[in-house]
């Protein structure tokens, strides 16, 4: 207070004048809010005052003069004042950061310094002060949002910095300049598109070398401005690791931004399928292309080349062979040229023989429809509502068996197999999670497989049996599945029927769809289940068989399912519950038994046959117990419920197709 005294009484006396050296002590008498020790301990604690606060004419004097940094840090300055931060604060931006707002006043610290603001430990909280303050972010400087850093923080880069306290994880200084920090529109910015992967490669000297002499590199060196840079693969701030299931899912989406004409192939794969579900463990771009150093498949170097696609494949597909490594991951069926076995397959095959089933029991089930409409209408409607009296034993144990064995296993393989052919719909990806993600899908799937052989082989083997043992009844008559001049008859005269010209054919044992609805699963399941093995043991399969030979088997597994599934639950439902006459469900397959009035009704030819014969009383029965009873509703019910659910899903996804 001494030298206050003194200085003020001196105003009086002569003119106001600055000492030429004007020591610190001499100031802090009058400025107590600056910490002594802590203005000592700085890196500046050797200067005065007077050195930082060199406009200063008065003593006393009412305001501290603004400080000018560049008379010790002039280049410095001058970055500062280019930059974003500096061109703000030129603008009058309050918010924008000044020299003090990252160094502090009177403690500067070196960065060196542990406690220090500027230490790269520090650094990252030191710029989210700012930058993830979202009342700071609200002017009228454009700032990157909030979750940018907190991307920065939850990303490799900020938790090997502050979670492990790596000196060499890179913070927002190393990557966008401590002084000289320039939007990424800047062509001279550290972070504008040409030059990020110099500024990646400032740590990752390795990949960027790598990265040089990839097909992505040689754009990046002719400038090209479309070529992707490391930021165009890996996110800038939340960078993730690359064996992490959010990076390694998220790849084929970085991939077809530019490299849209493939994306479709890739997703129409099992490759794509299964990552669309987030099967980590599937094949996604970079496995097989490699992540920096990705050539054309001429250069001898490439991991797609021949030369190199069994050693790529056999990552993944241990003692994969020559053959195995002509697989396509890309093939086409629309393209003749790249993929011709699929194209030929597909167009030719496959493709007319869904449109040809669809058309044909399309335009027959339209028809039934509006002449059943009619005969309600009219009260023409047959109603059989008794369940007493004298039954029909229509079906014996092992038919009924079978059949319960061949709803379960279909609708198994249905449920767990057409999330791979909708995996990029949301049903197909929450009936994917419901059966605990593709892993455990996949083997929920062949199960249900092999309980399809099994009673595949129990059925063949039955009429082995009976042919051997001289039954042919099963194979030709009135009792076949087989198909007869009869059905044809039949047919014609369900069209006159449909049309209202002639009265409703008379039908046998069997009618013309039942006979189609048998040979539907007596063709699909041999031509879906080699397929599907096929698919299952590829390795093996081409040992002796091209790699192609497994994108024709996913084709054709894929799209005879397709046709399965949608005959089923569309045609056969129909045919066999839905329709007025039996809705809204037909228990005689799960009981065996129909009441006589109704059997009389629906198949009058083999009733007349039957008393003809003098054999009618050897089909004669009770009526089923209340527990079949029960048993035929709840699993009924069940089946048809999961069947029109799925089919549903597929006609709303095949119309959103169409309607988009």
């Given at each position: 207070m001494r030298?206050?005294f003194?200085a003020?009484?001196l ?13 610190s002590?001499?100031c802090?008498?009058?400025h ?7 203005f ?8 005065n005052?007077?050195?930082c606060?060199?406009s200063?004419?008065d ?6 003069a ?7 840090h002039e280049?410095?300055?001058k970055?500062?004042t ?5 061109t ?10 000044t020299c003090?707002d990252?160094h ?8 060196s ?14 710029c ?8 700071i ?6 700032l990157?949002?909030?979750?940018v850093?907190q991307?920065?923080?939850d ?8 979670e ?8 927002c200084?190393?990557c966008h300049?401590?002084?000289n920090v320039?939007p ?6 550290s ?5 990020v ?12 070398n790598?990265?040089?002499?990839s ?11 479309g ?5 165009s ?6 960078i993730?690791g690359t064996?992490?299931?959010g990076?390694r ?8 931004n ?7 192939t ?5 490759h794509?399928q ?6 980590v463990?599937a094949a ?15 250069d001898?170097r490439?991991?797609?080349n021949?030369k190199?696609?069994v050693?790529t ?17 890309h093939a086409?069926?629309h ?13 030719y ?6 449109i040809?089933?669809f ?5 027959h089930?339209l028809l039934?429809?509006?002449?059943s409409i ?16 004298t ?8 038919t009924?068996f079978?059949?319960?064995?061949l ?7 249905a ?10 719909h949301?049903w197909?990806?929450a ?5 605990g993600?593709?892993?455990?899908s ?7 497989a092999?309980v399809t052989?099994?009673y595949a ?12 043992k ?27 029927w449909?049309?209202y010209?002639?009265?409703?054919p008379?039908?046998?044992?069997y009618?013309?769809w ?9 063709w699909?399941?041999?031509v ?14 081409t040992?002796?068989?091209p790699?192609?030979a ?8 894929g799209?005879?399912?397709?046709l ?5 639950f569309?045609?056969h439902?129909f045919h066999?519950?839905l329709?007025p ?10 009981t ?6 109704r059997?009389r ?8 046959r ?6 009618l009383?050897?089909y004669?029965?009770?009526?089923p ?10 699993f009924?019910?069940t089946?048809l419920?999961?069947?029109v659910?799925?089919i549903i899903?597929i006609?709303a996804t ?7």
């Amino acid at each position: 207070m001494r030298t206050l005294f003194i200085a003020t009484l001196l105003s009086f006396v002569i003119p106001a004048a600055v000492p030429a050296q004007l020591a610190s002590d001499d100031c802090l008498g009058c400025h107590d809010t600056v910490d002594a020790k802590k203005f000592t301990a700085s890196i500046h604690g050797s200067l005065n005052c007077a050195d930082c606060h060199a406009s200063i004419k008065d003593v006393p004097h009412e305001n501290i003069a603004k400080v000018d940094c560049s008379t010790c840090h002039e280049d410095v300055v001058k970055q500062y004042t280019s930059s974003v931060h500096g061109t703000a604060h030129a603008r009058g931006d309050k918010a924008a950061a000044t020299c003090i707002d990252c160094h502090g006043k009177h403690d500067i610290l070196p960065k060196s310094d542990p406690q220090s603001k500027t230490n790269r430990f520090h650094v990252p909280q030191l710029c989210a002060s700012c930058h993830a303050n979202t009342a700071i972010t609200k002017t009228h400087t454009p700032l990157p949002p909030p979750e940018v850093i907190q991307k920065y923080f939850d990303g490799v880069h900020g938790k090997a910095t502050m979670e492990k306290g790596l000196n060499v994880a890179p913070v927002c200084s190393d990557c966008h300049g401590a002084h000289n920090v320039l939007p990424k529109s800047d062509p001279t910015s550290s972070i504008s598109h040409q030059n990020v992967p110099t500024t990646c490669g400032k740590c990752h000297e390795g990949i960027l070398n790598l990265f040089r002499e990839s097909s992505h590199g040689q754009a990046w060196t002719k400038n090209n401005a479309g070529g992707p840079v490391c930021s165009s693969c890996h996110e800038a701030h939340g960078i993730k690791g690359t064996q992490t299931a959010g990076f390694r899912l998220g790849m084929v989406g970085q991939c077809s931004n530019c490299h849209a004409a493939e994306a479709p192939t890739y997703r129409d794969s099992f490759h794509g399928q299964a990552t669309e579900l987030g099967f980590v463990a599937a094949a996604e771009c970079s496995d097989c292309h490699t992540p920096h150093l990705n050539l054309p498949k001429s250069d001898p170097r490439s991991s797609i080349n021949p030369k190199n696609r069994v050693k790529t494949c056999a990552k993944c597909h241990a003692n994969a062979t020559p053959n195995f490594a002509t697989f396509q991951p890309h093939a086409d069926p629309h393209n003749a040229k790249t993929s011709p076995q699929v194209y030929y397959v597909y167009n030719y095959l496959m493709k007319w023989l869904l449109i040809g089933v669809f058309a044909f029991f399309g335009l027959h089930m339209l028809l039934w429809i509006q002449r059943s409409i009619v005969m309600l209408v009219r009260g023409e409607m047959p109603k059989h509502e008794s369940t007493e009296g004298t039954w029909v034993l229509r079906f014996r144990k092992q038919t009924m068996f079978t059949h319960i064995a061949l709803v379960v296993s279909f609708l198994g393989l249905a449920a767990t197999g057409l999330p791979l052919m909708y995996s990029d719909h949301p049903w197909g990806k929450a009936l994917a999670k419901f059966f605990g993600g593709v892993g455990v899908s996949s083997v929920i799937h062949r199960t249900f497989a092999v309980v399809t052989l099994g009673y595949a082989l129990y059925h063949l083997i039955f009429l082995l049996r009976a042919f051997f043992k001289g039954d042919r009844s099963l194979f030709w008559g009135p009792n076949s599945l087989m198909p007869r001049v009869r059905d044809l008859v039949d047919l014609k005269n369900m069209l006159k029927w449909f049309f209202y010209l002639g009265p409703r054919p008379r039908f046998d044992r069997y009618t013309y769809w039942e006979k189609f609805d048998y040979f539907a699963v007596f063709w699909g399941v041999p031509v879906i289940g080699l397929s599907g093995l096929m698919l299952w043991i590829p390795q093996v399969v081409t040992r002796v068989l091209p790699g192609w030979a497994l994108n024709v088997a996913m084709l054709v597994h894929g799209d005879e399912a397709l046709l399965a599934i949608g005959f089923i639950f569309t045609f056969h439902f129909f045919h066999t519950h839905l329709r007025p006459e039996a809705f809204p469900l037909d228990p005689v397959m799960f009981t065996g038994r129909m009441p006589l009035e109704r059997f009389r009704d629906e198949r009058p030819d083999e009733y007349a046959r039957l008393v003809e014969e003098g054999r009618l009383h050897e089909y004669l029965t009770t009526p089923p117990t209340e527990q079949q009873v029960a048993f035929a509703r709840w699993f009924g019910f069940t089946a048809l419920t999961i069947g029109v659910l799925l089919i549903i899903a597929i006609y709303a996804t095949l119309l959103s197709k169409f309607t988009h």
